[in-house]
């Protein structure tokens, strides 16, 4: 986002930083229509600017001050209270082996003789199939799904065999992901570091992906040349809950994954960055009908981020920011977006909002109907109501797409209550590899204390050319990643938001 570019002159520029409202009522009437026209994109680019840099004291960490008698019951007067946090459940909690990997400066070290994987395909487009879906028929079926994941233990046999395990047992392997939706591949040394775990999943013949939000700055590469994501790790979101999600959007979704272990937090406190799973299909099993067929039939749509801008601002300078983002932050995101303003009811609040979507779709390969989105992780309401630490930028909202309005609290607890029952919370350790079938499985993190090392490789379809497509990684979209990922590293290691 080019905004340093933008130049006002000297009177105007001082009178912006005062009051822009003034300030656009002048500039705007006493320049000719020619003039106005570019003016009012410059305006907006200093307003834009200028929200952005007041907005930074959503990055700062909460004050822990505790207000005095007389401001807390002004405070009552104006907002309702904030919901108590509570810790979402899990259905399975596996206990902890202990089991030790490599140090953290050998484990990432990349074999310089494997071929450069940074040129690596486009995250697919989405499959979608959700058109006349039978709800009690879809239910039923989902009913007789086998328990996600699988648990595939080494023994020392197997162990002592390294890749050519994978190589023995591929066939085996990827059929249990289809029935099973996940694979939790537990006891091998080999994948303790980024070789060993980049020769695994191409044993496998999986053919890796960027992830479906490359240019969000969510995740940065933890090994570019080997086609390697960090996880979630940043010191500024362990406190953060990461609801159940698929890797996906309304436009792209990856069609595999290979979640990896090579350092588990490194303070003992449970949940300790326990790596969560649940199966799309014992969710939808597990749902209320009517909350179901009430979503399905009115589909859903979900904001991904906000931009507060004053609500004194006139009209003119709103509909120049809202332009201005339209034009040059939205695409970015290779997201088809709609900027919206005041969607969740704040004033002055702007959103970028997803099309609409069906939270149900049927699997591309089995055919079979699955929970297919992400509201366990992007409703408002639960996000308020659970340990979160995402900056007010970056909150996130999901709503009934044929009205906008926000998903009442009701419908928020029925999907947590469906989705938590059926999350299985794994302790994953050094060389642990989880392999999630994206349309199948969703998964999500718990928070943890120290320092966590987890990393993923996404993977588009390897044996359907037309599903994959034939686009490769658009570089330019970078650039927009690393600065957000830079300003993430920024924040301090006990960030929280006070969004509430």
Known sequence: MQLAAIRLPPEVILSARCDPELTAQFYLSTHHNTV??????????????????????????????????????????????????????????????????????????????????????????????????????????????????????????????????FRENKEQIRADLLKYGAVWVRGFDLMQDVNGYRAMWHALGFEPCLDPLHSSGLRKFASERDALYEEVNKPSLRGHYIGLHCESTAKRTAAYAAFVCFQRATEPMEPRGRFLVAD???????????????????????????????????????DGIKGLVDAA?????????????????????????????????????????????????????????????????????????DTMEPLDLEDC???????????????????????????????????????????VSWFTWDENAEWRGDERRIVDKDPFNKAINKMMDFLPKDFESDQS
């Open 280 to 318: 799309g299909a014992a969710i939808l099993a597990e749902m209320d009908p009517k909350v179901l067929k009430k979503l399905y039939d009115r589909k859903i749509r979900i904001s991904v981020s906000n931009l507060d801008i004053p609500p004194s601002f006139p009209g003119v300078v709103k």
């Open 329 to 401: 932050v939205a695409p970015k995101f290779d997201m088809d977006l709609e900027m919206i303003y005041e969607a969740d009811g704040k004033p002055g609040r702007l959103q970028a909002v997803e099309t609409a979507e069906s939270p149900i779709n049927r699997h591309p390969v089995t055919g079979m109907p699955v929970w297919f989105n992400n509201a366990h992780n992007h409703a408002r309401k639960l996000r308020d109501r659970r340990p979160c630490g995402v900056p007010e930028v970056g909150m996130t909202e999901v709503f009934y797409a």
């Open 413 to 455: 607890q029925e999907i947590k209550r469906a989705s938590e029952k059926c999350i299985t919370a794994l302790s994953m350790e050094p060389g642990d590899v989880l392999l999630v079938d994206n349309y199948r499985a969703l998964h999500g993190r718990d928070v943890f204390q120290g320092d966590r090392f987890h990393a």
């Open 36 to 165: 106005v026209k570019e003016t009012k994109m410059k305006i907006a680019g200093v307003a834009l600017s200028a929200a952005l840099i007041g907005g930074a004291s959503a990055f700062a960490p909460v004050s822990r001050t505790i207000p005095s008698s007389s401001s807390s019951a002004l405070r009552s007067t104006m907002e309702p209270p904030a919901p108590e946090r509570v810790a979402p459940d899990a259905a399975w909690m596996p206990e902890w082996e202990g089991r030790v990997g490599k140090d953290p400066s050998e484990f990432l070290k990349s074999d310089e003789s494997n071929p450069d994987l940074s040129g690596m395909w486009e995250c697919p487009l989405t499959q979608w199939d959700s058109d006349n879906i039978n709800i009690e028929e879809a239910q039923a079926i989902a009913k007789k799904q086998p328990h996600c994941p699988l648990e595939l233990r080494a023994t020392p046999e197997d162990n002592a065999k390294g890749v050519e395990y």
